[in-house]
């Protein structure tokens, strides 16, 4: 197959807007999986997306488009009638699993934009265009949905030229459910996206975009042949990591791995290495092979993917910890971008603090370990990193409260500030303005895409998105709201440790950093709340938030009494009231060498989100 022939292309679009049906409908058209075998989301292999719907990980498929009966300008280099290549990778649409999105567009040269034309332009819509428009990509915009009743084809026609300045040419109109327009999709990849650039002269250079692990063939590698080819049984060398293996297997993906002679130029496919470890082959790095590595320029890889939410997960039964370990470093063969480290909380037990790219990343996280590893797990409120500058101007990064250091050896305290785009109709305006404000964030343009619906963007601490903030938009907004983050920068914050006070003691466990503004309010919360979880003991305990020697909330649980006077039935007060006394004295002595027993269940539910 001539390099002119090859098409490498992705499908982006927001969240539940057809990507993966569409791609199903690419696949039948093309004769790339046999009637027999199909199935919904074909291309989405773990149970947990079909369930959910949702791509999670990236997918390559290559498929094979023969265009026999195309009547062509004798002048025009394109459509000619002959067979194509088209190496497809279907991308998820989320705003967690963006990583996933950008290695995609790293691999090829074009991208299909899907707009659901019942829902229009939506947050992710924009981040993944300026995404592909980053990577310099040709793009072929389509309204998908369009055999739905509430279907408004001209509408969002109308949003896409106002929002990217397409022309009515460009815009395709077509239905993955019914198939409807799709083989004008393939047409337009075909003509539209220019094929791959590269020398099959020149030394082999491959891009890694993902990795896999086989239990009895090691890691796999997902990659685009940048320049040169490779074949079976070649000395291959990874530039990033130093690592040297062999090309055991190589082949493409119909969509399941099958096996050929070699890869070439332009190419996407697989190379099964046989290493059994997988940060050996990390995403980004380059390949090439052994006697050539010395003159090899590594290709520009993907930045190190850095964690924005961090949770710390622990098993429910103490004895299953082994068990989590083992779980959370195969998991980490799959997920790149998962990180962990191991902790103790003395008042809960071992567990691992874990790094997630957001809270949908959590989630799927949370749920694969307690489906495929069949674990009972608990997670701590999700939180962030801060950056503290000490008096020393040495730099230290704290994930939870306990690891926060003393106020007096603190210059500055940095938190994370992110960049949030909320598209929705303009009717939501004020509503959403209220919410964003109530956590600080700071509005910076508000632009209308079509005649009602608003593109909004607010500066605001990470801080203050990941715990309920998205549950409030969708709630104020009927759920019409999308939203949309990316990190700017770490700004300088005025935050502070909330130490939980029971009876007088400080629980480490218990404490929080919160931002002096909110700390009154939030304290007095988590006091009430935990007032509710720890019984009643046979003395008075107190329940109080500090922020360093300061009280700034405090509840109450009264005490346990007996009923020392059930038994009299008469006589004068003074009996009463000597026993009541007696009673009040032994209380007082038991709150003094008393001790409080919180249950484990008090810090579970205080931490869990």
């Known amino acids: 197959m001539e390099l002119s022939n090859i098409r490498n292309f992705c499908i982006i679009a927001h969240i539940d807007h057809g990507k993966s049906t569409l791609a199903d409908r690419l696949l039948e058209i093309t004769n790339t999986v046999s009637k027999r075998e199909m199935k919904d989301q074909i291309l989405d292999q773990m149970d947990l997306e079909r369930e959910r719907g949702i791509t999670i990980k990236l997918q390559p498929v290559r498929m094979e488009y023969k265009i026999p009966n195309k009547i062509q300008d004798p002048n025009s280099q394109t459509l000619n009638p002959k067979s194509y290549i088209l190496n497809l990778i279907d991308t998820p649409g989320h705003v967690d699993f963006t990583y996933e999105v950008s290695r995609s567009l790293a691999c090829c040269e074009g991208a299909i934009l899907v707009v659901d034309s019942t829902q229009g332009i939506e947050a992710q819509t924009l981040a993944n265009v300026y995404l592909a428009l980053e990577h310099d990509l040709t793009l072929i915009p389509v309204v998908n949905k369009i055999d739905l009743p509430n279907s408004d084809k001209k509408k969002t026609a109308e949003e896409l030229k106002a929002a990217f300045g397409f022309t009515d040419n460009e815009i395709l109109y077509a239905s993955g459910k019914t198939g409807e327009g799709v083989e004008g999709i393939l047409d337009a990849v075909v003509e539209r996206v220019a094929p791959p650039k590269g020398e099959s002269s020149k030394a082999l250079r491959a891009l890694i975009f993902d990795s896999v692990y086989d239990i009895h063939r090691g890691v796999i590698v997902f990659v685009r042949i940048m320049d040169g080819q490779l074949f079976p049984r070649e000395k291959i060398y990874m530039l990033g990591s130093e690592t040297q293996a062999e090309s055991l297997e190589v082949g493409y993906f119909h969509p399941k791995m099958e096996k050929s002679g070699q890869l070439k130029t332009g190419e996407v496919g697989y190379i099964v290495t046989g290493l059994r470890d997988v940060s050996k082959a990390r995403v980004g790095d380059t390949v090439t092979l052994w006697e050539i590595r010395q003159e090899a320029l590594p290709l520009p890889g993907y930045k190190q993917i850095k964690p924005m939410v961090y949770a710390t997960i622990f098993p429910v039964s103490g004895d299953d910890y082994p068990l989590l370990r083992d779980a959370m470093e195969k998991l980490k063969l799959s997920d790149s971008a998962l990180e962990f480290e191991p902790i103790n909380i003395p008042s809960i037990g071992f567990g691992f603090r874990t790094g997630f790219l957001g809270l949908l990343h959590m989630d799927i996280v949370q749920e694969r370990l307690s489906r495929e590893y069949d674990l009972d797990l608990v997670l701590t409120a999700p939180s962030v990193a801060y950056r503290v500058v000490k008096t020393d101007n040495t730099e230290i990064y704290i994930h939870n409260p306990a690891e926060f250091p003393d106020p007096s050896v603190i210059k500055e305290l940095y938190e994370p500030w992110m960049m949030v785009n909320i598209l929705t109709p303009s ?122 020697g300061k009280v700034i909330a405090r509840e109450t649980i009264s005490a346990l009494r007996k009923d020392v006077t059930g038994y009299l039935y008469g006589g004068d007060v003074t009996r009463k009231m000597k026993l009541l006394n007696k009673q009040k004295k032994g209380k007082k002595r038991m709150k003094k060498i008393g001790k409080v027993d919180i249950p484990q269940e008090a810090f579970l539910a205080v931490l869990k989100k």
């Open 427 to 548: 009717d939501y305006i004020g509503p959403i303005m209220e919410i964003a404000t109530q956590r600080r964030a700071i509005s910076k343009d508000i632009k209308y895409i079509g005649k009602d619906r608003v593109d909004m963007h607010f500066e605001m601490p990470l801080a203050n998105i990941i715990l309920d903030f998205y549950d409030k938009l969708k709630s104020v907004s009927s759920g019409y709201a999308s939203l949309n983050y990316d990190f700017i920068e770490e700004r300088i914050g005025d935050l502070v440790k909330v130490d939980v006070l029971v009876a007088g003691e400080p629980v480490p466990a218990l404490a929080a950093i919160m931002h002096r503004s909110v700390a009154h309010v939030e304290g007095k919360e988590l006091i009430e709340k935990l007032k509710k979880l720890i019984p009643r003991h046979q003395f008075e305990i107190a329940l109080q938030a500090a922020i360093g």
